[in-house]
């Protein structure tokens, strides 16, 4: 897959597999909403609750992965980095979007509203049952 088709995939699925690694060192993996922002292949920006186990994950270990996968085509793409937590007015802003009080009812500032910064440092991309590294620069 060359550049230009990983990003097409990952722009088009409405979720992403995020990794995470627990107090007891093992591999956790939630679905969730596609990232907000992309920028390259390097910074994804997401929302989730402060309260969430998977928050509270990546407070004790940063290490993370974002999986996103086109089922039908049997193509997949593989980033492995860190995750910050980031509760800053700018960052929460920066991502929010009409109808996020479905979820956070205290608006933009509500406490349990955060932010989520992935930044990739490798990438594997899955297609014509082959796989192969990637950069994410």
């Known amino acids: 897959m060359n550049r230009e088709e ?3 995939l990952v722009d088009s699925q409405p979720t992403v597999f ?3 690694v627990d107090g007891e060192g093992f591999p956790n993996v939630k679905a969730m909403l596609a990232p ?3 920028e390259g292949l390097r910074t994804f920006w997401l929302t989730t609750n402060t309260s969430s186990m998977r928050v509270a ?3 004790r270990n940063p290490r993370a992965a974002l999986y996103f996968c086109d089922e ?3 193509l997949g793409v593989q980033l492995r980095g860190t995750m910050e937590v980031l509760e800053d007015a ?3 802003r920066f991502i929010w979007r009409e ?3 479905e979820y956070y009812p205290l608006g933009v500032d509500d406490p349990d509203y955060c932010v989520l910064r992935f930044t990739a440092e490798t990438g594997r991309a899955y297609s014509d049952y082959h796989s192969e590294n990637f950069e994410t620069e």
């Open 18 to 20: 995020v990794g995470s």
């Open 57 to 59: 994950q990546f407070r």
């Open 36 to 38: 907000r922002v992309r």
């Open 99 to 101: 109808g996020d009080t």
């Open 6 to 8: 990983i990003e097409r």
């Open 90 to 92: 700018a960052s929460r």
């Open 72 to 74: 039908e085509r049997f």
